[in-house]
């Protein structure tokens, strides 16, 4: 018996190892970026919905084409994951832009400045 409580975690992780295999080369989508990566993947307790953060190291028009892309393909990703994963219902796949390292490079650019000496 495993753990009450923890399947949509251990599903959410299978599910992000999966993603990014389709995404090494198994989507043939010209929109989707080479550049583009499966951060995390949150599902909620009951299984029903997925929440797939990408992170696309590119101009804010491939980002763009790139959800548009995903989104696009979510059904077919969706029936793949069920088959993959030998899921009765696959969860509903929502895709959202991962930001994270924008914000990351952004504290640390911050904190830079801070620590010159002011040249007055």
């Known amino acids: 018996m495993t753990v009450p409580g923890h399947r949509h975690e251990r599903i959410a992780e299978e599910i992000l190892h999966e993603l990014s295999a389709m995404l090494e080369g198994e989507l043939q989508d010209p929109r989707i970026s080479e550049m583009s990566s499966v951060t995390e ?27 548009a892309a995903l989104t696009s393909a ?9 088959q993959r994963l030998r899921m009765r219902r696959s969860p509903e796949l929502h895709f959202v832009l991962d930001r994270t390292d924008e914000y990351a490079e952004r504290i640390e650019q911050l904190l830079r400045d801070t620590k010159r000496p002011s040249d007055s």
Not at 47 to 66: D, G, I, N
Not at 74 to 82: C, H, K
Request: glycine share 8%; net charge positive; aromatic share 6%.
């Open 41 to 67: 993947v949150r599902v909620t307790p009951d299984l029903k919905l997925a929440k797939v953060y990408v992170s696309v190291r590119a101009t804010e028009a491939e980002r763009s084409a790139t959800l």
């Open 74 to 82: 979510s059904g077919y990703i969706r029936g793949e994951l069920g």
